[in-house]
């Protein structure tokens, strides 16, 4: 069995069900104290309200937009009725100090309730079947239905294309005079998403606050100068920001994805070097500089700018060393050669340059 990837929840929901087990402990404490266990009516009551609590937090966990709803609607009624009871002289000092409590601890689960980042979960949360084959491969809770291909995720304004699940050749499968030589073997690489264009200076202003690119031309030009370290906080942000486990691709689903679901592609949509300047900004076109994303042909599976524009960033150590990690698919500052789908090359994690890139994945199976 596989691990669902969509399985981490907001700190925004885990706070949800924390301040409601507590409001919940709260009155639990308050029945016994005040109304005891054995009159029929408070343990009517005191059942009810907790079966409804607790189902609401049950729908809560698992991503249901009706409890979300229903509770707003509870908190909006309840939170002015309790605010009334407090300000009555007839309520008991030992009384009002539970009811005081769960006064803010409601406060601060509606604001929890009402926030974006929730509001998100919940609709990340539709995400179509549980189970589904994909080239022979069981997957299980993909973030949308697979069969769809494009997924259009809402925060950051970020496009993902499905990749699905398969064998290769890896390695230099095409004679190359500039880059690193690996040797060919075959390898399995498992279904995945990855975003359809690299991540672009507006995607990276929204989340870090600061655009670090040394072509500043435009939000829809690809993010460049920036190091590894950095790019790994871009990210440690953005999945604490949805809950979803986005990474870097390794060296092999990079060029699976770029050679088109692994075809013998010696460019990203291309065999033709006569036809590279469709498809890529390279040394040949670019004008000393980057370009917006998206600009070029795509890929045969839809992914803009896999070769040239930026070199990009992926998990994989260089070799052997952990000194130096490996960059795929060439820039505008390069020739065709480099801009190979099997060339690579490295560099040491903390540099910097200004065709330096990157775009996510989200594994299927993590």
């Known amino acids: 069995m596989t691990n669902k990837p969509l399985r981490e929840k907001p700190l925004e929901i885990k706070k949800i069900i924390y301040f409601s087990s507590i409001i919940l402990g709260l009155e639990f404490i308050n029945f016994l104290w005040q109304r005891g266990y054995y009159h029929l009516y408070s343990v009517v009551v005191f059942l009810v309200m907790t079966g409804l609590l607790g189902f609401l937090m049950w729908g809560i966990w698992h ?140 995607q990276w202003k929204r989340l870090m606050d600061h655009n670090p690119s040394a072509f500043q031309k435009g939000d829809d030009y690809p993010v460049e100068h920036v190091n590894w370290s950095e790019v790994q906080e871009f990210i440690l942000r953005l999945n604490q920001k949805t809950g979803i486990r986005f990474r870097l691709p390794t060296e092999e689903e990079w060029e699976f994805a770029a050679r088109s679901g692994g075809k013998n592609e010696k460019w990203a949509g291309t065999d033709n070097e006569s036809e590279l300047p469709e498809f890529a900004w390279y040394s040949m076109n670019s004008n000393g500089g980057t370009h917006p994303v998206g600009q070029k042909k795509a890929n045969g599976m839809g992914l803009y700018d896999m070769s040239g524009n930026v070199w990009e960033w992926v998990q994989d150590y260089y070799g052997k060393t952990e000194q130096r990690k490996a960059i795929r698919g060439g820039s505008w500052n390069d020739p065709p050669a480099l801009l190979k789908t099997a060339a690579r090359a490295c560099i040491v994690p903390k540099d910097r340059i200004g065709f330096f890139g990157f775009r996510l994945i989200l594994p299927i199976n993590p």
């Open 63 to 202: 991503g249901k937009n009706w409890s979300r709803l229903i509770w707003i609607i509870i908190s909006l009624v309840g939170i002015p009725i309790t605010l009334y009871s407090l300000s009555t002289r007839w309520m008991p000092e030992e009384v009002r100090v539970f009811y005081s409590i769960q006064f803010v601890l409601s406060l601060m689960v509606l604001y929890y309730l009402m926030k974006k980042e929730t509001a998100n979960w919940f609709k990340r949360s539709k995400r179509g079947p549980s189970v589904k084959k994909v080239n022979g491969a069981v997957t299980k809770r993909s973030p949308v239905p697979i069969h769809q291909r494009i997924w259009s995720f809402p925060y950051l304004d970020m496009e993902f294309v499905f990749v699905g699940s398969g064998r290769f050749e890896t390695g230099e499968i095409f004679d190359s005079e500039y880059g690193d030589k690996k040797p060919v073997f075959e390898v399995y690489v498992d279904s995945f998403w990855i975003s359809k264009f690299p991540i672009t200076q507006g």
